[in-house]
């Protein structure tokens, strides 16, 4: 079954996951050719690249985008490590320069982080608003990177992002959706008049499971990098990842049935043997010719009147 297909201002994906290019390591330094398989397992049409000299660029003195097939993969440059506004637009215009040069359609657009501090990697609320206002008005399209907050996200949906994406739990924490009533909410909230408005899951995920969560409380897609570059077999977790993606979407289109407190039997309960074995014992035969009575234990009669029946 081929599912619908992901729409952000006028990007168009069969695949609705999104995987990350940092911390595939080998000995402590970057291994690209994992990396280039993961993601060929994982199915994922779009990518994300931290824009920084320092993050595309190793120590060998290669390009982490020559290991990528820039024909087959969308960029999704993003503004990773940056803690300010004004480090991020400048980030977000690195990108979109470097990407234009390269001819490929990710320079229109960018996932854009700023951060709060270097302990929770949470985003800053102010700053985040602040970059998407500027970066939207600069013609970007800005997917925001945000707190779990329903208020932040109108605010965000408000100043011009194509898409909020709030995050599951902590990056890298692989704690899962830690508050998926706050993502509900977000999505009732920014869909109520715009249903096809896209809301991404970003940031937490530690295994399968939690994709499909993220697809089955509604999110138009999930983002994620170290559930898949931590686990001790990547490429195992590529494709569990892809398949979860595949089975939360379906589930949520499926539509789950409602929980209740008590058992609801699958079976019709009409005619079953039990019940008419339950009548017969209700109703037992009555003695007759043939049929001798038999006491029930403890209930034999003792003989009465006369003097042989009596013990003195």
């Avoid at 080998?26 to 690249?49: F, H, I, K, N």
């Avoid at 010719?289 to 003989?303: F, N, Q, S, T």
Wanted: net charge positive; hydrophobic share 40%.
């Amino acid at each position: 079954m081929r599912a619908d297909p992901l729409r952000i201002a006028g990007f168009e994906f069969e695949s609705r996951l999104f995987v990350g290019t940092g911390k595939y390591l080998r000995g402590g330094e970057p291994d690209y050719e994992l990396m280039r398989a993961a993601l060929d397992a994982s199915g994922c049409q779009v990518v994300t690249v931290a824009v920084r000299r320092e993050r595309l660029i190793d120590r060998a003195g290669r390009s982490l985008l020559d290991f990528l097939d820039l024909s087959r993969y969308t960029i999704l440059p993003n503004t990773a490590g940056c803690f300010t506004a004004q480090d991020a637009l400048r980030s977000a215009r690195l990108g979109r320069e470097l990407l234009e040069g390269m001819n490929n359609p990710g320079a229109r657009w960018v996932k854009l982080e700023v951060l709060a501090d270097r302990k929770t990697l949470l985003p800053d609320p102010f700053g985040t608003l602040e970059a998407t206002q500027t970066l939207a008005g600069e013609g970007f399209t800005v997917l925001a990177y945000s707190n779990d907050d329903p208020v932040l996200a109108r605010r965000l949906k408000d100043a011009g992002a194509a898409s909020v994406m709030p995050l599951g739990s902590p990056i890298g924490s692989g704690q899962g959706v830690l508050n998926p009533n706050n993502i509900r909410i977000i999505l009732e909230q920014l869909k109520g008049d715009d249903p096809a408005y896209p809301v991404i899951v970003d940031a937490g995920v530690g295994t399968a499971s939690d994709v499909a969560i993220a697809m089955e409380i509604g999110a138009d897609g999930v983002l994620l990098n170290t559930g898949i570059a931590g686990a001790k077999d990547p490429l195992l977790m590529a494709h569990a990842m892809r398949h979860a993606m595949a089975a939360g979407h379906l589930a949520r289109l499926a539509g789950r049935i409602p929980r209740r407190l008590y058992a609801s039997a699958s079976s019709p309960s009409e005619g079953v043997i039990a019940q008419a074995s339950a009548a017969a014992d209700l109703d037992p035969p009555k003695a007759g010719k043939g049929h001798r009575a038999v006491a029930a234990p403890g209930d034999e009669r003792r003989p009465t009147g006369g003097r042989r029946g009596r013990r003195l």
